[in-house]
């Protein structure tokens, strides 16, 4: 997987190290890119739509209060969804990247289970 390409692309829009990438791989089925959109839209702000890596970049507020904002790159592979998460933190951890992939993985998981 492009993994790396992808990484690079999430840092246009927040600057990270890769050890503070959060993952998250969730089986799909019959889904396709253009399901994968219809799902995200409402979530969050679409940043990027790559029909070459079939990734699409997403600002997704979570956290407590959905006072956060994180960086979600979602890519749609062989049935899988593959998710990379990022938020910054500050003192105490709200855990915003994994809750934000939370939310996208029950969305798509309402419809393409």
């Not at 799902?39 to 702000?45: F, K, S």
């Not at 960086?71 to 998710?83: H, S, T, W």
Request: positive net charge; proline residues 0%.
């Amino acid at each position: 997987m492009e993994k790396k390409a992808i990484i690079k692309k999430m840092k246009v829009y927040a600057t990270f190290k890769e050890k503070d990438i959060e993952e998250r791989i969730t089986d799909v089925k019959e889904m396709t890119f253009i399901n994968l959109r219809d799902c995200l839209i409402g979530l969050g702000t679409i940043l990027e739509e790559d029909f070459d890596l079939n990734v699409y970049i997403i600002s997704v507020q979570a956290g407590v209060v959905n006072k956060n904002n994180a960086i979600v790159a979602v890519k749609l592979n062989d049935n899988k969804l593959y998710m990379f998460g990022y938020a910054r933190e500050g003192l105490i951890k709200q855990h915003t990247a994994e809750k934000a992939m939370e939310k996208i993985e029950k969305k798509v998981l309402e419809h393409y289970k």
